[in-house]
């Protein structure tokens, strides 16, 4: 009787710690905090940041220029929805400033033509929501 009792607590006790490790799966498999389409996934938050604030200043605006507020606590910003149209225009105008500096200014043939900076933002916004005519 003894060992019966011994062998349900075992097989219990298993089956309790493989529920408890299918739960955690579930729960670990959040959606991440960023949502990089055009900036590098392992982009370190210092880089990040500055990208972000040269935005501030070559705009002439503040973070929530594009990024929406957190329906959680409007006091907040989710960096990661898409929900404000001007997050979209950033992207393409990322990828078209690259692809000018990649097109024209890429004299040495560089293997990493994204770090050229020979255009950006400032270049046409210098200081304004929209560029200079």
């Given at each position: 009787m003894f060992n019966q009792n011994k062998n349900k607590g075992i097989i219990l006790g298993l089956l309790s710690a493989v529920f408890v490790l299918i739960i955690m799966s579930f729960s670990s498999t959040q959606q991440p905090k960023h949502n990089f389409k055009i900036l590098p996934q392992d982009i370190t938050h210092d880089s990040l940041m500055g990208i972000m604030h040269?935005?501030?200043?070559?705009?002439?605006?503040?973070?929530g220029f594009c990024h929406a507020r957190s329906d959680v606590d409007s006091s907040k910003l989710n960096f990661a929805s898409d929900a404000k149209?001007?997050?979209?225009?950033?992207?393409?105008?990322?990828?078209?400033a690259a692809g000018i500096n990649s097109t024209y200014f890429n004299w040495d043939h560089s293997a990493r033509p994204d770090t050229i900076r020979m255009i950006t933002c400032i270049t046409c916004h210098r200081g304004n929501e929209k560029p200079i005519r």
């Open positions: 040269g935005f501030n200043k070559a705009l002439g605006v503040k973070c149209k001007e997050k979209g225009f950033a992207r393409e105008m990322m990828k078209m």
